[in-house]
């Protein structure tokens, strides 16, 4: 069973820092990966997706890297600003293209101080 | 192209009362999934549709809940006999063609069981 961890769980850093998010996976058997905001009591912004095929994925401010062979991605922040402040998730969909529909990280929660 | 689009965006059913919550996925997207996020935790998968056809329904409580997309109109998710344990945050994610594709988060619906 696919098993998705984020770490960290939570983040508070100065305003202007780059800065990196991490999320692991179990089952490397994926065809892509996506990033996801959520901002308090709203629902989910698609930040990225990075194909299987992919190793990296860019908009604007932010870079998305894929590893399928160590079962890792991360998501990175330039100079980050307090309107990037929100839960940040990762999900993967089923191994092998399956039904399941996506299995989500429990999130890094992110706070950019002013 | 209007986004995922959930109502209501709050509700509250005493328990015992019945709760139904809608989604209209994107213009185009045939698949739909239904996911629950309790307090504290990250999303679950619940079930995924197509246009009258449940695909994957190993997610959702075998009893009290149920999913459909009809030919015409909203995906209805259904939880009969609310209980307190049923408050969470529901949302419905739709994509145009599977699971491996880039899904698109609707805003949810907050469900509060009194």
């Known amino acids: 069973k696919q098993e998705v961890t984020q770490i960290p769980a939570a983040l508070s850093v100065p305003e202007g820092e780059n800065l990196v998010l991490n999320c692991s996976f179990t089952?490397?058997?994926?065809?892509?990966l996506q990033w996801f905001r959520q901002d308090p009591g709203k629902g989910l912004t698609s930040l990225l997706l990075?194909?299987?095929?992919?190793r990296e994925q860019t908009s604007g401010r932010l870079n998305a890297s894929l590893d399928k062979s160590s079962g890792r991605s991360t998501l990175y922040i330039a100079a980050s600003q307090p309107g990037d402040s929100a839960t940040y998730l990762c999900?993967?969909?089923?191994?092998?293209?399956?039904?399941?529909?996506?299995?989500f990280g429990k999130g890094t929660h992110l706070i950019i101080q002013p | 192209n209007a986004g995922v689009m959930q109502n209501p965006r709050h509700l509250v059913r005493r328990r015992g009362q019945e709760a139904r919550l809608r989604c209209s996925p994107m213009?185009?997207?045939?698949?739909v999934y239904w996911y629950r996020q309790l307090p504290e935790e990250g999303l679950k998968f619940m079930v995924y549709?197509?246009?009258?056809?449940?695909?994957?329904e190993s997610g959702m409580p075998k009893e009290r809940f149920s999913a459909e997309f009809p030919k015409e109109g909203p995906s209805i998710l259904r939880i009969q006999q609310v209980v307190r344990g049923d408050s969470a945050a529901y949302f419905c994610?739709?994509?145009?063609?599977?699971?491996?594709?880039?899904?698109?988060f609707g805003q949810g619906t907050r469900l509060t069981v009194v």
């Open positions: 549709l197509q246009k009258e056809n449940i695909i994957d």
């Open positions: 994610a739709s994509s145009p063609w599977s699971a491996n594709t880039e899904a698109f």
């Open positions: 089952d490397s058997a994926i065809y892509n």
């Open positions: 990075i194909q299987s095929s992919q």
């Open positions: 999900a993967v969909p089923p191994p092998g293209g399956g039904a399941d529909g996506l299995t």
């Open positions: 213009k185009g997207h045939s698949h």
